[in-house]
């Protein structure tokens, strides 16, 4: 948020003195001076979507006029950004326990991928110990 006020720039009135000098130094002088127009802005660089972001001195209005529309305006702003917070956290919170389930799944096919293995194993190691019965 800022306040901000216009600036008028007029041209600036040389003496004949100062035109001469300025003709012969022309970077040497400003062309124009720059003065407080008295007109504010008041202004609001993050707003959301369909709400006005400056308020300014006009000739029906002051700025101090629309100080309530300010107000309430930065309230309704900060309500609907606590509830895109609240949506966020919400898809955050979905997200990681979607994440969390994805991870436990492929844990658990690990496991029984390791524990079918084993069970390869060993059946392989009782068909050996079978057949090494048998031919005795």
Not at 3 to 17: H, S, Y
């Amino acid at each position: 948020m800022r306040i901000e006020e216009a600036i008028k720039r007029i041209e600036r009135q040389l003496t004949p003195t100062q035109r001469l000098e300025q003709e012969r130094y022309p970077w040497s002088y400003e062309r124009y001076e720059y003065m407080a127009s008295g007109k504010l802005t008041f202004r609001i660089d993050e707003w959301l979507e369909g709400m006005s972001k400056s308020w300014s001195d006009g000739k029906r209005q002051k700025l101090q006029d629309c100080l309530k529309e300010i107000v309430l305006g930065l309230i309704e702003d900060s309500e609907k950004k606590k509830e895109e917070e609240i949506k966020k956290q919400e898809m955050e919170r979905e997200w990681r326990e979607h994440e969390r389930l994805r991870i436990e799944r492929g844990q658990r096919i690990f496991r029984e991928n390791e524990l079918l293995e084993k069970l390869e194993r060993e059946v392989e190691v009782w068909h050996s110990s079978q057949r090494i019965a048998l031919t005795h």
